[in-house]
């Protein structure tokens, strides 16, 4: 099972956010069969096989194994994820862009680089696992109290100068085994805060 995986499928996507799927899917964390699920749930057997149905077509829950029980088969299964991330090229031409109107102050942008590196991440992660590769990655995530906008300010034009900086030294254009990585560096408020504000 994966720790987190990405749907980049539309059908799969719409599947994934109907509350009783994701709640089976939520309850999948361990194997299960239809006759366990619908005790828990509240739900009738068929119903929920109904569902399981669905998610297993879609690559969203596996099969783990096959117990009879008289006449009866009964199916167990797992979802093949602890989590789910919806990419956002199920969305096809209306996901967002951030080749347009790139702007380092702007919230929108933010989310648009989001977005596209939760797409690139999600074809990364496919490919690797089809290859039986390790993907390398690379994350910083950590939390700043800033005095004042003047020293978010003078903060951002420091971190800009040092990753400038540290792209400079090791980007090498003329390496022939080399490969392209992307970075993303963001600064936006803790939204755990409850000082914060839109304009704090």
């Given at each position: 099972m994966q720790e987190v995986a990405v749907i980049d499928d539309h059908e799969a996507a719409e599947i994934s956010l109907d509350p009783v799927r994701a709640r089976l899917l939520a309850e999948l964390a361990e194997p299960g069969s239809a006759s366990t699920l619908a005790q828990r749930i509240g739900l009738p057997r068929q119903k929920v096989n109904y569902h399981l149905r669905a998610l297993e077509r879609h690559g969203l829950v596996e099969?783990?194994?096959?117990?009879?029980?008289?006449?009866?088969?009964?199916?167990?299964?797992?979802?093949?994820?602890?989590?789910?991330?919806?990419?956002?090229?199920?969305?096809?031409?209306?996901?967002?862009?951030p080749e347009q109107q790139p702007d380092r102050l702007s919230a929108r942008w933010l989310l648009a680089l989001a977005s596209r590196m939760v797409r690139e991440l999600g074809l990364l992660i496919t490919g690797a696992a089809k290859a039986r590769k390790r993907l390398a990655t690379f994350a910083i995530d950590g939390e700043v109290r800033f005095a004042s906008a003047a020293d978010r300010a003078a903060f951002a034009d420091e971190l800009a100068t040092a990753v400038t900086s540290l792209v400079s030294k090791y980007h090498d254009d003329s390496a022939p085994a080399g490969r392209d990585h992307r970075i993303i560096v963001a600064v936006h408020p803790n939204v755990t805060s409850k000082k914060e504000t839109p304009d704090g």
């Open positions: 099969l783990v194994e096959e117990r009879r029980k008289g006449n009866v088969t009964e199916r167990v299964l797992r979802a093949t994820a602890l989590s789910y991330v919806i990419s956002p090229s199920v969305l096809g031409a209306v996901q967002p862009d």
